[in-house]
């Protein structure tokens, strides 16, 4: 069980790394939506604080969204998908890793870079491990809500707007309470109401995520 | 009733037939209650004594939001049993209530932004509960798109249902995120709790008004699924009689 589990994540990540050129684009857009911002309301520190959060969050989701669009499908449209879902391994453990891999290649190097930013855009100190840490919470649910949305439009040939439609009225509570951390935590109030509620929303996307998302690559292979 | 009658419910001729026969009583029943809650709420009620007779658009506002969520609850409920018995005539239920459940909404939002424009000053200010209608309203857009983009309607119809189960579970989710903030909007005014914070006569049209809104809603629903009914039948001998009559007979 756990052989076969190792076996689909290594694929998973070595297939993602072969196609270095997608996961670079996804990197990128989230660079350049964070810099577009700084480059366009001018260098103001103050400006610049109270727009971090937000402009991180959405940046986060807009990435998320570009690179979990070829979560499911190649594998479907080269048939190993089908294969995974007639062995007697259950299919909600299998998209539960594909979903990890695919949170280790898309967005860890998001959270890596993020403190980074966060410092470029004059927060010091221990915000930026706030930054960091929100990111790092509020990412596996918006990549559970992507590879939902994935899963439901895999049958389609250009799913990026639906699949936009469908993630960002579900992300909705996680954007408010990340951007609401950093806020917190950049004007000295204590963020860690908004941090354990992202913490409850990850469990619970972690939780029933791949169960739902499961049972819409069922319908949409069969 | 016994679970068997239920059952009889799934088959399409007679839910078609059902949904003919019950049109017009819903919709006469709620354009009559509908006038009533008119007369009741424009004519009989009280002006409010801090916003005067611009409170009256509450008769429009408060049904017409009520019947958009109550839609996508109705919605939800509807793809559940379409899933578990792989029902057509849950999925049609479904899909019917996508398109007036917006157009529900979308009335409640117009509706909430003449109300905010006295008000409030402006027309839109990011209240908690209007922003959550503006995502509801997204949400049934996303049922839509997707039903609309899979060909395949079997699998349209599951993938859609998967959906409206869950937005049903982060519809409250969302809405007390939106709370969060500070709201600008009333309290509540009726609760099945708390004694109803209105006076008497400002309550009875609200009510008969959005009683008339849930009928118009059920009129909508059955025109709107025999015809999807229909569409999905199309092929059947019981539509061909009921329709083009028994040739046979001819």
Same mark, same amino acid.
């Not at chain 2, 005014?189 to 006569?201: H, L, N, Y």
């Given at each position: 069980?756990?052989?076969?589990?190792?076996?689909?994540?290594?694929?998973?990540?070595?297939?993602?790394?072969?196609?270095?050129?997608?996961?670079?684009?996804?990197?990128?857009?989230?660079? @350049?939506?964070?810099?577009?911002?700084?480059?366009?309301?001018?260098?103001? *520190?103050?400006?610049?604080?109270?727009?971090?959060?937000?402009?991180?969050?959405?940046?986060?989701?807009?990435?998320?969204?570009?690179?979990?669009?070829?979560?499911?499908?190649?594998?479907?449209?080269?048939?190993?998908?089908?294969?995974?879902?007639?062995?007697?391994?259950? @299919?909600?453990?299998?998209?539960?890793?594909?979903?990890?891999?695919?949170?280790?290649?898309?967005?860890?190097?998001?959270?890596?870079?993020?403190?980074?930013?966060?410092?470029?855009?004059?927060?010091?100190?221990?915000?930026?491990?706030?930054?960091?840490?929100?990111?790092?919470?509020?990412?596996?649910?918006?990549?559970?809500?992507?590879?939902?949305?994935?899963?439901?439009?895999?049958?389609?040939?250009?799913?990026?707007?639906?699949?936009? @439609?469908?993630?960002?009225?579900?992300?909705? *509570?996680?954007?408010?309470?990340?951007?609401?951390?950093?806020?917190?935590?950049?004007?000295?109030?204590?963020?860690?109401?908004?941090?354990?509620?992202?913490?409850?929303?990850?469990?619970?996307?972690?939780?029933?995520? *791949?169960?739902?998302?499961?049972?819409?690559?069922?319908?949409?292979?069969? | 009733?016994?679970?068997?009658?239920?059952?009889?419910?799934?088959?399409?001729?007679?839910?078609?037939?059902?949904?003919?026969?019950?049109?017009?009583?819903?919709?006469?029943?709620?354009?009559?209650?509908?006038?009533?809650?008119?007369?009741? $709420?424009?004519?009989?009620?009280?002006?409010?004594? #801090?916003? $005067?007779?611009?409170?009256?658009?509450?008769?429009?506002?408060?049904?017409?939001?009520?019947?958009?969520?109550?839609?996508?609850?109705?919605?939800? &409920?509807?793809?559940?049993? $379409?899933?578990?018995?792989?029902?057509?005539?849950?999925?049609?239920?479904?899909?019917?209530?996508?398109?007036? $459940?917006?157009?529900?909404?979308?009335?409640?939002?117009?509706?909430?932004?003449?109300?905010?424009?006295?008000?409030?000053?402006?027309?839109?200010?990011?209240?908690?509960?209007?922003?959550?209608?503006?995502?509801?309203?997204?949400?049934?857009?996303?049922?839509?798109?997707?039903?609309?983009?899979?060909?395949?309607?079997?699998?349209?119809?599951?993938? +859609?249902?998967?959906?409206?189960?869950?937005?049903?579970?982060?519809?409250?989710?969302?809405?007390?995120?939106?709370?969060?903030?500070?709201?600008?909007? #009333?309290?509540?005014?009726?609760?099945?709790?708390?004694?109803?914070?209105?006076?008497?006569?400002?309550?009875?049209?609200?009510?008969?008004?959005?009683?008339?809104?849930?009928?118009?809603?059920?009129?909508?629903?059955?025109?709107?699924?025999?015809?999807?009914?229909?569409?999905?039948?199309?092929?059947?001998?019981?539509?061909? +009689?009921?329709? &083009?009559?028994?040739?046979?007979?001819?």
């Amino acid at each position: 069980m756990m052989k076969v589990l190792r076996i689909i994540f290594l694929k998973d990540l070595k297939v993602s790394l072969r196609r270095w050129s997608d996961l670079l684009t996804s990197f990128i857009l989230f660079v @350049l939506v964070c810099l577009i911002f700084p480059l366009t309301l001018g260098n103001d *520190p103050s400006l610049l604080l109270k727009i971090i959060g937000p402009v991180m969050l959405v940046s986060a989701l807009l990435a998320t969204l570009l690179a979990m669009q070829n979560i499911f499908r190649p594998d479907v449209l080269n048939g190993s998908l089908e294969q995974l879902t007639l062995n007697s391994y259950p @299919l909600t453990l299998i998209i539960c890793i594909k979903i990890f891999s695919f949170w280790v290649i898309t967005s860890l190097p998001l959270i890596l870079i993020s403190g980074f930013i966060a410092s470029s855009y004059y927060v010091t100190g221990n915000s930026i491990f706030i930054v960091v840490l929100t990111l790092l919470l509020s990412t596996p649910s918006l990549v559970h809500i992507s590879a939902l949305a994935a899963a439901l439009t895999v049958a389609i040939r250009y799913p990026g707007a639906l699949m936009a @439609l469908i993630i960002i009225p579900l992300s909705l *509570p996680i954007m408010i309470f990340g951007a609401k951390a950093i806020e917190f935590s950049i004007s000295g109030i204590d963020a860690s109401a908004p941090l354990y509620f992202l913490l409850g929303m990850m469990f619970f996307t972690c939780s029933l995520g *791949p169960m739902v998302t499961a049972a819409a690559i069922k319908i949409s292979i069969d | 009733m016994n679970l068997k009658s239920i059952y009889k419910l799934g088959s399409p001729p007679l839910f078609y037939k059902l949904c003919i026969v019950l049109e017009p009583w819903f919709l006469i029943s709620s354009i009559l209650l509908i006038a009533v809650g008119m007369y009741g $709420g424009l004519f009989v009620a009280p002006p409010d004594y #801090q916003m $005067g007779d611009a409170f009256r658009i509450i008769y429009f506002h408060v049904p017409s939001a009520y019947v958009s969520m109550m839609a996508y609850v109705y919605m939800a &409920v509807s793809a559940i049993i $379409g899933l578990i018995w792989r029902s057509n005539v849950a999925f049609s239920l479904a899909k019917s209530c996508a398109p007036i $459940g917006a157009s529900f909404t979308f009335l409640a939002l117009i509706t909430g932004m003449l109300w905010g424009k006295p008000m409030w000053g402006t027309a839109w200010v990011w209240d908690a509960r209007l922003t959550s209608e503006l995502i509801l309203l997204f949400l049934y857009l996303a049922y839509i798109m997707l039903h609309l983009s899979i060909p395949d309607r079997s699998k349209a119809d599951r993938a +859609t249902a998967l959906l409206a189960i869950v937005g049903v579970v982060n519809i409250p989710i969302i809405h007390y995120s939106v709370v969060w903030w500070n709201t600008l909007h #009333q309290a509540s005014t009726i609760s099945k709790f708390a004694k109803p914070s209105i006076a008497t006569e400002m309550l009875w049209p609200l009510v008969i008004m959005i009683l008339g809104y849930t009928l118009l809603f059920a009129a909508f629903l059955s025109k709107r699924t025999a015809a999807e009914l229909a569409v999905r039948e199309k092929r059947t001998r019981w539509l061909q +009689t009921l329709i &083009v009559g028994d040739k046979n007979n001819a």
